[in-house]
């Protein structure tokens, strides 16, 4: 079983900066396509962005694309979230995802983003 966690998760005020962590441990992270999603309460999943595996390549939702990144550190075996100018609507539980080539998927936790003032 793979073991990864999200963590950085809190409680930011709107037009505030809060970076997410995926961070794995027993294997190579970069060897799996690694998506960000977030749920709110009564809605849908919703994917945000992703990262392949290898190359890098990112792909974002136009709801979050200008204000979040994605982006891998291999040295840490790590994929990291960026959010900036946080918005109330941002407000959700994020997770991580895992997708191997082979089409298995994997879940995180998720860490909770609350947007307040």
């Known amino acids: 079983q793979l073991q990864f966690v999200e963590s950085g998760g809190g409680l930011v005020q709107p037009g505030g900066s809060l970076r997410l962590s995926c961070a794995a441990s027993?294997?190579?992270?970069?060897?799996?396509?690694v998506g960000w999603f977030r749920q709110a309460p009564g809605k849908e999943r919703e994917g945000l962005l992703c990262i392949s595996q290898i190359r890098g390549r990112t792909y974002s939702a136009d709801s979050v694309k200008g204000r979040f990144t994605i982006s891998r550190d291999n040295a840490k075996n790590t994929v990291s979230l960026q959010m900036n100018s946080l918005k109330p609507d941002d407000t959700a539980v994020y997770y991580c995802?895992?997708?191997?080539?082979?089409?298995?998927?994997?879940w995180g936790q998720g860490t909770q983003v609350t947007v307040s003032s």
């Open positions: 027993g294997f190579t992270l970069d060897d799996y396509a």
């Open positions: 995802n895992l997708h191997y080539r082979n089409g298995l998927d994997y």
